[in-house]
């Protein structure tokens, strides 16, 4: 059982910047891929962006990209989600997710993660 503890969630106001934290209790040669998502109240969870362990590769969902920036810290187990020019439709619970699998394939499908972590509110007033 892998355990993902987030952190680095807040309030900030539109226009600013917001660094999240996901530390891995483990991690396993098998499972190479780290993931952020999102999900607001009443919507499905939505993918954000992930980041290979060994390989460094990312993608992005289109609303993200060019604003945020995933990167890892293989000493320490831990993926980092910068958030930059921070809009109010970023406000809702930041997931980070280990996917179950070596290769990026469907990268994007909430399914291809096996543990998940308890999620961190960000906050964007309008």
């Known amino acids: 059982q892998v355990q993902l503890v987030e952190s680095g969630g807040g309030l900030v106001q539109a226009g600013g910047s917001l660094r999240l934290s996901c530390a891995a209790s483990a991690r396993s040669y098998n499972r190479d891929y780290m993931g952020w998502f999102r999900q607001a109240p009443g919507k499905e969870r939505e993918f954000v962006a992930v980041?290979?362990?060994?390989?460094?590769?990312?993608y992005y969902a289109d609303s993200v990209k060019g604003r945020f920036t995933i990167s890892r810290d293989n000493a320490r187990n831990t993926v980092y989600l910068q958030m930059n020019s921070l809009k109010p439709e970023d406000t809702t619970v930041y997931y980070c997710a280990d996917k179950r699998n070596s290769y990026a394939a469907n990268y994007y499908q909430i399914n291809e993660y096996l543990y998940w972590g308890q999620g961190d509110q960000v906050t964007v007033p309008s």
């Open positions: 980041i290979g362990w060994s390989t460094s590769s990312t």
